[in-house]
């Protein structure tokens, strides 16, 4: 069993830095892409970003293009998202995620999210005043 644990929710002024981290343990040999999902409040989840095992080839959904960066530490198996200029609209539950293929993840249009193999517990993200 893979475990995904997350770590660096909180609150943060607008204008401000986060950072998540996502660490999976256990069995990861199946999963070959890790990345973070978020759900707003009152809407449904969306995809964030993603990162290949190799840590290559990643894909940034375009509403956190160039404030948000994914990287990944292959020692710790540690997946971090690195984000800047955080607005209110980034508020949000953020979960870490594994998937068998960065293919089903890394283009523009997402792969269903049954194909997740791996779910976090999710990091609650305000972006508040």
């Known amino acids: 069993q893979v475990q995904l644990v997350e770590d660096g929710g909180g609150l943060v002024q607008p204008g401000g830095s986060l950072r998540l981290s996502c660490t999976a343990s256990g069995r990861t040999a199946s999963s070959n892409a890790m990345g973070w999902f978020r759900q707003p409040p009152g809407k449904e989840r969306e995809r964030v970003a993603f990162?290949?095992?190799?840590?290559?080839?990643?894909y940034y959904e375009d509403s956190v293009a160039g404030r948000f960066t994914i990287s990944r530490n292959k020692d710790t198996n540690t997946v971090t998202l690195q984000m800047t200029h955080l607005q209110p609209e980034d508020t949000a539950v953020y979960t870490c995620?594994?998937?068998?293929?960065?293919?089903?993840?890394?283009?523009?249009?997402?792969?269903?999210?049954?194909?997740?193999?791996?779910w976090g517990q999710g990091q609650q993200v305000i972006v508040s005043s």
């Open positions: 995620a594994a998937a068998f293929d960065f293919g089903l993840f890394g283009s523009p249009t997402p792969g269903p999210e049954w194909a997740i193999e791996y």
């Open positions: 990162i290949s095992w190799s840590g290559r080839s990643v």
